[in-house]
């Protein structure tokens, strides 16, 4: 459990609403003691509505909730990180964040999470699902193809079709992960620690 100082704020904390997947930032609220408490407890986050006075879970009338995937405080503890899986839009307009539509970078993580539905889902009719039921040796020669194809694309002067190859070669990449069972974070962090060694 987090060691919130909520004496700061009057009471009150900030808290920063991520999506787990992207990292977008999704909207701020604020948090008194109960809310955190209500939070920690139900998995889904509620808020302390400075205009009602009153506790608020976020989707408690459109059914939007936001799942609680971690919640992290900063290093003076008063104020909250919190990742999130939205099981709709997160702002009353309609967007999936407070702050504009949905970039694509940290796209590849909710592609990533398709494509695990797919054949978790045993999806009927999916290409995704179809390919993967092939097995491994047609999985990786697919991403050899597409490994190949890009790099004739990369010796022309059509960068559309370069980097349809590149979106190509990254989802067949993905669905190989997903055959051996390897996140796409777990490629990262062997990056990450390449990188320390510099």
Same mark, same amino acid.
């Given at each position: /459990?987090?060691?919130? $100082?909520?004496?700061? +704020?009057? +009471?009150?904390?900030?808290?920063?609403?991520?999506?787990?997947?992207?990292?977008?930032?999704? /909207?701020?609220?604020? /948090?008194?003691?109960?809310?955190?408490?209500?939070?920690? *407890?139900?998995?889904?986050?509620?808020?302390? *509505?400075?205009?009602?006075?009153?506790?608020?879970?976020?989707?408690?009338? *459109?059914?939007? =909730?936001?799942?609680?995937?971690?919640?992290?405080? $900063?290093?003076?503890?008063? !104020?909250?990180?919190?990742?999130?899986?939205? !099981?709709?839009?997160?702002?009353?307009?309609?967007?999936? *964040?407070?702050?504009?539509?949905?970039?694509?970078?940290?796209?590849? =993580?909710?592609?990533?999470?398709?494509?695990?539905?797919?054949? $978790?889902?045993?999806?009927?009719?999916? =290409?995704?699902?179809?390919?993967?039921?092939? +097995?491994?040796?047609?999985?990786?020669?697919?991403? +050899?193809?597409?490994?190949?194809?890009?790099?004739?694309?990369? @010796?022309?002067?059509?960068?559309? %079709?370069? @980097?349809?190859?590149? !979106? $190509?070669?990254? =989802?067949?990449? %993905?669905? %190989?992960?997903?055959?051996?069972?390897?996140?796409?974070?777990?490629?990262?962090?062997?990056?990450?620690?390449?990188?320390?060694? @510099?």
């Amino acid at each position: /459990m987090t060691d919130i $100082d909520f004496k700061k +704020g009057n +009471g009150l904390v900030p808290v920063v609403i991520q999506d787990n997947d992207t990292l977008q930032v999704l /909207m701020v609220g604020y /948090m008194n003691e109960e809310a955190y408490n209500k939070t920690v *407890s139900e998995g889904r986050v509620t808020f302390f *509505s400075r205009s009602k006075n009153r506790l608020w879970t976020k989707g408690e009338t *459109s059914g939007s =909730y936001l799942i609680v995937n971690n919640i992290t405080s $900063d290093c003076d503890n008063d !104020a909250l990180l919190i990742k999130v899986d939205p !099981a709709g839009p997160v702002c009353h307009t309609g967007t999936r *964040s407070c702050f504009g539509e949905a970039a694509a970078k940290g796209f590849v =993580y909710t592609l990533g999470k398709i494509i695990s539905q797919r054949i $978790d889902g045993n999806s009927e009719g999916s =290409y995704t699902n179809k390919l993967y039921k092939k +097995g491994i040796n047609k999985v990786a020669q697919k991403v +050899g193809e597409e490994a190949v194809e890009l790099v004739i694309e990369a @010796k022309d002067d059509n960068i559309d %079709l370069f @980097k349809n190859e590149a !979106a $190509d070669l990254l =989802y067949h990449f %993905l669905i %190989l992960l997903k055959t051996k069972n390897v996140a796409f974070e777990e490629v990262e962090e062997v990056l990450k620690e390449r990188h320390k060694g @510099k």
